[in-house]
């Protein structure tokens, strides 16, 4: 039997990992979600789990909820590529480069929002999961329990509270007033191009890409490829049968129309095909083609690091502590990795190994680490998407050319791909 109660605020990625964690190894869980129904906060984007991510997916996740993940996930990875603007070839990795003969746990894998938080989801029922409990604030009391409250009034009390209430954490924001977020002077524009497309080139359709082109701005291409179909009398709540391909066009804000996160999303699209003016016909078709319903723009921000803090029975994890610009495709796999790191903590402390406090401590210490260090990663790769220094663009594709043909570099760069 545990002693202690854990209280997680936000059943998101990382949130529901934890509470399926402890829950499996019979830890006292319940987690608390503003949204109101199990469908709510659907995201028709698909998302990469590096191996690391996966790992700590199968760690915390039950058989069932694994099994469910992987039925959801696409099996048609595809390789990755750094091109120039012409989809000239500068490095490509096939998809066995990426991951040689992993396993399941040890493999990257491209999955839909929808089919991960439904896995995510398998087993939980209303005693864990409270739906439309929206966290407010919390209190402290004499003898160290932690009380969370809520906006309808309610309130809930346990031993630790774990904010995995996302970027805007209001958990953070009573936590560490002085934490802060900036806007980190990039802008991007996204959109989504149903497939089949046959004219398409083939690395589009196929791979991940990176457009590194001579002038201004940066290209981002994917593609989600579901191959399995939902068992019977399983609906999942988004069409997720459909191919289609996702870019994201990157440059820094100021060179952008003001008022350019208003504008529709014919007019973004107008807007990057005048900034792609003279590229490969096969990138442009992408753009042009996209729905303009999926095309917007954000502006992308990033979390500062934190110093240490004093340790009590609050934490957090994810995107509260840790948000980060979406291009390193590394936020949820960091925060699956946080999820699992402060389950194993718990264990110990839950096998009286070591006291709760200690490790909340040492997962704190270590998450710190690996957390900015992920930040500072994709804050780099922001800001070189956005950067008009012509010269540092022909060194890095001077780099990977090097890279592609020295076989060593390749294989060290190839493993670590997303990881
Ligand atoms: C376009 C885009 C593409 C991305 N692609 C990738 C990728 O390929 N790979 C990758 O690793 N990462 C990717 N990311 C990043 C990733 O989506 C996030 O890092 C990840 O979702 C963070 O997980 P989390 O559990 O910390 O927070 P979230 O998943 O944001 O969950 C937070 C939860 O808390 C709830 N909540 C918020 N406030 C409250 C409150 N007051 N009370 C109760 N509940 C609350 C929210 O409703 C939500 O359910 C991408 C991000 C973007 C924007």
Redesign the pocket.
Known sequence: MTNFHVLV???????LALTQGLRQAGVRVTV????RSRTD?LQG?R??INPA?SRALHDCLPPEAWQRFLDTVSTVGGGFGFVTEHLRDLLRFTEQEITPDAGPADAHHGASRIGLREALLTGLDDEVLHLG???ERYSIAPDGRVTAHFTDGSAATGDLLVG?????S?VRGQLLPHARRIDTGVLAI?GKHRLPDSDLPTVLVRDTNMVIPAGRGSLFTSVWHPDRVAPAGDSLPLDTSSAYAIWGFGDATATFPPGVTDLSGDDLQRLVLERTAGWANGLRRLIEGSDPATVNAIRVRSATPVGPWETGPVTL????IHNMT?MA?????T?LRDADLLRRRLLAADRGDIPLHRAVRDYEEEMRGYGFAAVAQSLRNARMSASGSRAGRYAFRAVLRSVHAVPPLRRRMATGLGS
């Open positions: 605020i936000g059943a998101g990625i990382g949130g608390f979600e503003r949204t906060w984007y998302i990469h991510g409990a929206e966290f995995a209430d996302g970027a805007n209001r996204a994890l994810g995107d509260a979406p495709g590394i936020g949820a796999n925060a």
